[in-house]
């Protein structure tokens, strides 16, 4: 499922009452003849300025910036600040792409992630794609099956196909993704489980530009019309990821946009001291103030609150993906704790 240097992984099994054991898929890759409803979603890939602060404090402590949280929030000379160009997948309200779905307030924290695409054991999951950017990109599942001109990824095993390298800009594609039981939840998962999207023309640069969204497969019968699981009322994803903005497509013209003496700035700077000018092995240049440790594309507790009420069943998918986990992986390990209760995950 996961080309090149991506390693992209799922974790799942996670309530607050109860711990699950571990949660596989069952590999019965079983494609059913006559698929039981198509599901047309469209997305746009766009791109726009995306804020990791938009409260422009510490939305956890309260308070106004300080410390690391003033390193990475502050525009300078040779710093960009909180606010960076990005590549999203959003949501249209049909093919002519014209008009932009507004996003309810209960998916308001999904934030940088591209929309959930939800489906459950034998639908057929259709995407019309057009990108509006400068560069091409595409959309690769994962879970899901697909022919080659809907994987969304290249590689050189000498087939020819007009979505090799991603969608060019301007154009248009559509994306057809049989959801098979291999797809869906396995014996001990709950009725549905969590998959990734991402843009894969060139996967490092393209997800870190800020391409990654969340597939949401329900059990067979155990979609409601929303297409959210029957057995929940209320759902949330987090996408815990260090997003390297060093890598992304838009680094330049961050750059030349954001700091204040673009010509000054080194790609390379290292500067092996933390705010307070005490070593620290990661120190506080350039290049790692644009490691942007971040849920859903909010740092320092500026995710718009997760809400839910007392007595509804909630589920709550966690993901992860790390495009440069050569040597990012150390960095990418995330413990989320929940009241000391145990979250339990598996690696693809
Ligand atoms: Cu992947």
């Excluded at 979603?41 to 956890?60: E, F, H, S």
Aim: aromatic letters at 10%; a neutral charge.
């Amino acid at each position: 499922m996961c080309k090149g240097t991506a390693d992209c992984g799922r974790i799942t099994g996670i309530t607050p009452t109860k711990r699950i054991v571990e949660a596989r898929p069952t590999i019965r890759p079983e494609l059913r003849s006559a698929p039981t409803s198509v599901l047309l979603d469209r997305c746009w890939v766009v791109v726009r300025t995306w804020n990791y602060t938009p409260l422009a404090a510490d939305g956890m402590m309260g308070m106004p910036f300080m410390g690391y949280a003033q390193l990475f929030s502050e525009r300078g000379p040779h710093r960009i600040g909180s606010t960076y160009r990005k590549a999203l997948y959003r949501e249209y309200t049909d093919e002519t792409f014209s008009k932009l779905k507004p996003r309810s307030a209960e998916w308001q924290h999904l934030g940088m992630l591209g929309p959930v695409l939800r489906a459950e054991v034998g639908d057929t999951i259709k995407v019309v794609f057009k990108n509006n950017t400068t560069h091409p990109f595409s959309m690769h599942p994962h879970g899901v099956f697909y022919a080659k001109d809907s994987e969304g990824a290249g590689y050189d095993d000498g087939a020819s196909s007009a979505d090799k390298s991603g969608v060019p800009p301007g154009k248009t594609h559509i994306y057809t993704w049989e959801v098979p039981e291999r797809a869906g939840p396995g014996p001990n998962d709950p009725s549905s489980i969590v998959w990734l999207y991402h843009s894969h023309a060139d996967e490092p640069k393209d997800v870190e530009s800020g391409l990654v969204g969340a597939i949401i497969i329900s059990r067979e019968g155990m979609a409601g019309p929303t297409g959210r699981p029957k057995d929940v009322d209320r759902e949330f994803v987090n996408l815990f990821m260090i997003v390297d903005e060093n890598t992304s497509w838009y680094l330049q013209h961050n750059i030349d946009t954001y700091t204040s003496d673009p010509k000054g700035v080194s790609k390379l700077e290292n500067s092996p001291s933390d705010h307070e000018g005490n070593f620290s092995l990661f120190g506080s240049g350039f290049a790692f103030v644009n490691f942007r440790s971040s849920i859903n594309g909010f740092m320092f507790g500026n995710m718009p609150m997760m809400t839910m009420k007392k007595g509804e069943r909630v589920r709550w998918y966690v993901v992860t993906i790390c495009a440069q986990c050569a040597w990012k992986i150390e960095l990418q390990i995330y413990v989320p704790d929940i009241e000391h209760r145990i979250v339990q995950y598996w690696h693809e």
